[in-house]
């Protein structure tokens, strides 16, 4: 038998770039079944940025937990945001899941009258 490792050509593609811990910045949902626990990842929220996210309990039969960043519920209030993951996010999760949540908020007026 014959070594033909001589004519072996690799491609190859690589990339890379810098991430940030946690790799979640705006929301994190957390399934009911998931491989990491609730007080688990709130540990590890905790010891990477600290103060940065806080842990909202749901009563949903998938989701246990979200996780969300304090500078979005400065924006938006908690009701607010669970109605809408409710009926835009839940309904495409499984309880085994984590789901990262990217959410930009914008605040308009559309007319400001000054007196």
């Known amino acids: 038998m014959e070594d033909n490792n001589d004519n072996k050509k690799y491609s190859l593609s690589l990339s890379f770039n810098e991430i940030t811990l946690p790799p979640v910045e705006d929301i994190l949902i957390l399934g ?5 626990g609730k007080n688990g990842l709130s ?11 806080v842990v909202i309990d749901v009563t949903h039969e998938n989701v246990e937990a979200i996780f969300v960043n304090k500078r979005i519920i400065t924006k938006i209030s908690v009701e607010k945001l669970i109605e ?4 835009k996010v839940f309904p495409y999760i499984s309880a085994q899941e ?3 949540v990217d959410l930009k908020v914008k605040i308009s007026y559309d007319t400001i009258e000054i007196e």
């Open 84 to 87: 809408i993951l409710e009926k």
């Open 98 to 100: 984590i789901i990262k």
């Open 32 to 36: 009911k079944l998931s491989s990491q």
């Open 43 to 53: 540990k590890t929220f905790d010891y990477l940025v600290p103060d940065t996210f």
